[in-house]
């Protein structure tokens, strides 16, 4: 089933998604923009190429870099002065599965009205041929190293001088622009998995996916592992266990909140960890809808140095538009250089939170009625409702300092077609935690059967 959504389209490639799809789409998006200078890049897997050349065939004016990262291709579309651009990827979704991320001339994904226009553009099937096609291929890895450098630049020699080592591991994906980056710093990288389209783990990097790393930390005496999705704009950090996304959110705005305090934008399905960390430097804490241009563009808003989203490892660094796993590297690493520990000891300096979750279904007609009577339930037995977005946005269910969180996702449905809802419980009690999850799942099959 293709899925279409504000975060681009997706689908399981020579099924859902093949290069007639994608030229289609490509047709509509410049429909929508009414201009023609498009950067576009693709990740590593073997169907992004064959997609890549179908779009190019129908692109004024393209701006072709090749195997790029997301944040690599956004940073491009800043960079060459382009209208908008085209990242080819499935992200962390698995190997058989693939994709394109569409986005404004700032580098940001576009916006959901704008997401609703072009698939409308696309379903009408009224496109424009253009006649003319050029294609300017461009490096933009340069660009990219220096960018990334230029943000922890006051502290590249005490980098330097701490002789890190680390593991990195890109399974094959673009994450492996890191390795460019660690050499200028210093920084000793084992490398692990950096043959490009070979994907010998899962994509999506996760506690299953990368604690085969934990051993390999040990024997090798790194300070810590990173695993790349194969767009890497995830990032995953591994000690003596794979750290939740929460906790590497927390360690990058320790870091940056350090310098200099100011407003933290979270996604709603965030644990109240990052309020905590942020309360250390009285700084503000701003919560929107799930989604990463809505982290993004609430970011540009208030003028946050940083946001994120705890709940998918992703941290997102001013001027960035998007999650960047390689920037949540470096600044991990500045983090460990200034403060002279582990990531552990940092860690253990953090209070302990529990964030676990689960997934449920419900048919695509239910979500709207489901959600409102998962309201009423929670509202009723004496709980703090607090929303974003529409009737299909954030429902969290707070009760003391802990919450319970519903979403229908809007990236994902089963193979039947059901929409999958992420439910979210987040505690400093581990029993709690369990319980209100236990709880949600409860009530949520509950009110599902009701008619």
């Avoid at 590297?329 to 860690?347: H, P, Q």
Wanted: net charge neutral.
């Amino acid at each position: 089933m293709l899925v279409e959504s504000f975060s681009g389209v997706r689908g399981i490639y020579g099924a859902d998604l093949d290069e007639i799809i994608a030229r289609k789409y490509c047709q509509a998006y410049l429909q929508f923009l009414g201009k023609e200078k498009i950067v576009i890049g693709c990740d590593t897997r073997t169907s992004s190429e064959k997609i890549k050349e179908a779009m190019l065939s129908v692109i004024p004016y393209a701006i072709d870099v090749g195997t790029a990262s997301t944040p690599m291709v956004e940073l491009a579309v800043r960079h060459y002065n382009a209208d908008g651009g085209i990242i080819i990827t499935a992200s962390h979704c698995p190997e058989n599965q693939n994709g394109f991320k569409l986005l404004r001339s700032d580098g940001a994904l576009l916006a959901a009205s704008d997401m609703e226009k072009v698939i409308k553009n696309y379903k009408e099937n009224n496109l424009r041929i253009y006649k003319e096609n050029k294609v300017e291929k461009r490096d933009i890895t340069e660009d990219y190293i220096d960018f990334c450098l230029n943000l922890i630049e006051e502290d590249i020699e005490l980098i330097k001088n701490s002789n890190f080592t680390i593991i990195t591991d890109p399974n094959g994906g673009a994450g492996y622009i890191i390795d460019g980056i660690l050499k200028r710093l210093n920084v000793k990288n084992i490398k692990v998995n950096y043959e490009l389209g070979k994907f010998k783990r899962i994509i999506e990097p996760n506690h299953e996916s990368l604690k085969y790393l934990i051993p390999l930390i040990k024997k090798k005496k790194a300070d810590f592992a990173v695993g790349f999705d194969c767009d890497a704009d995830r990032a995953e950090i591994v000690t003596n266990r794979v750290i939740d996304g929460n906790y590497v959110l927390a360690l990058c705005i320790d870091e940056v909140l350090s310098n200099k305090p100011g407003i933290v934008v979270i996604n709603d399905a965030t644990s109240y960890l990052i309020r905590d960390i942020a309360k250390r430097y009285n700084s503000e804490v701003k919560e929107v809808e799930t989604g990463e241009i809505n982290v993004v563009e609430e970011m540009l808003s208030v003028n946050s140095l940083i946001s994120g989203e705890g709940s998918s490892g992703g941290v997102i660094f001013h001027p960035s538009r998007c999650r960047d796993g390689v920037l949540t590297t470096l600044f991990i690493l500045r983090l460990l250089a200034k403060r002279e520990k582990s990531v552990n000891e940092i860690l253990n300096s953090y209070p302990e939170y529990y964030n676990i979750k689960d997934k449920v279904k419900c048919s695509p007609e239910e979500q709207v009625r489901v959600r409102k009577r998962l309201k009423e339930y929670f509202f009723n037995k004496g709980y703090k409702i607090q929303e974003t977005g529409d009737e299909t946005g954030g429902l969290k269910a707070i009760i003391d300092s802990s919450f319970l969180y519903f979403r229908a996702s809007k990236t994902e449905k089963t193979a039947e077609g059901d929409v999958l809802f992420r439910i979210i419980a987040d505690s400093t009690d581990e029993a709690k935690a369990k319980e209100l999850l236990e709880l949600g799942k409860q009530v949520f099959n509950s009110v599902t059967t009701l008619r």
